[in-house]
């Protein structure tokens, strides 16, 4: 069966610092992977999606920017963290192929401070 | 008018009574509907997707979809204080399969 991994679970950090969360799915072969924030009280807004390594979409201009390294490995980085940024960060991966359902980890929740 | 509409509620009905939420969407194009159930401080879980008009049953759940009306809603049987989160409705925009578009989300409370 599929697992997706996100670490880390939570993470605090000061206005203008770096940021790296990282997501990696076990159990398939060259899935579609996403990055979403969730904002409290607010819903899920797409950031990047990826249909293959080195495959970055982005829907959002932003600070914020993903890459794909691997074929079940997916990297969101920031050079320098601003207050909007706190949020839920969920990865999710996709089968890539239609109607794609896709399926969540178990998310980050970052505070910028 | 928003890609995929949901009403925030709280929507809350005793224990035992049939939970209806509803979704509407933009696109007459749209192929794909999902539910996702999210608890409190947790990831979004897939519980039903439906892609042809008409109803899809999975134990106590129900999706319903009306594709003329552009409408889906998911339906909750013999409702459970466990079943009690936020209902998030997700929908493919815009042609295309990679990518779908979540609404808001319904909180429901079911009421012991």
């Known amino acids: 069966s599929q697992t997706i991994h996100q670490w880390p679970a939570t993470l605090v950090q000061p206005v203008g610092s770096p940021l790296s969360l990282e997501c990696t799915v076990e159990?398939?072969?060259?899935?579609?992977l996403y990055w979403y924030r969730q904002a409290a009280g607010r819903g899920l807004q797409l950031l990047f999606y990826s249909v293959g390594i080195g495959q970055i979409s982005s829907e959002v201009p932003q600070n914020l920017s993903a890459s794909r390294p691997q074929d079940r490995q997916f990297i969101l980085s920031s050079k320098k963290l601003l207050l909007s940024d706190s949020g839920f960060y969920l990865c999710a991966w996709g089968t890539g192929r239609t109607p794609n359902e896709q399926y969540f980890g178990p998310g980050t929740r970052l505070t910028v401070t | 008018q928003k890609e995929v509409e949901q009403n925030s509620g709280p929507l809350s009905v005793p224990e035992g009574a049939i939970a209806s939420l509803n979704c509407t969407y933009s696109d007459r194009g749209s192929q794909s509907f999902f539910w996702y159930r999210q608890y409190s401080g947790k990831s979004p879980e897939l519980i039903m997707s439906i892609y042809s008009n008409g109803d899809k049953e999975d134990g106590r759940f129900t999706a319903q979809l009306n594709k003329a009306s552009q409408y889906v809603s998911l339906l909750i049987r013999d409702s459970q204080p466990s079943d009690s989160a936020t209902y998030l409705c997700a929908v493919n925009i815009r042609g295309g399969y990679q990518k779908v578009t979540f609404g808001t989300g319904t909180k429901l409370q079911v009421i012991p």
């Open positions: 159990g398939t072969s060259n899935p579609n």
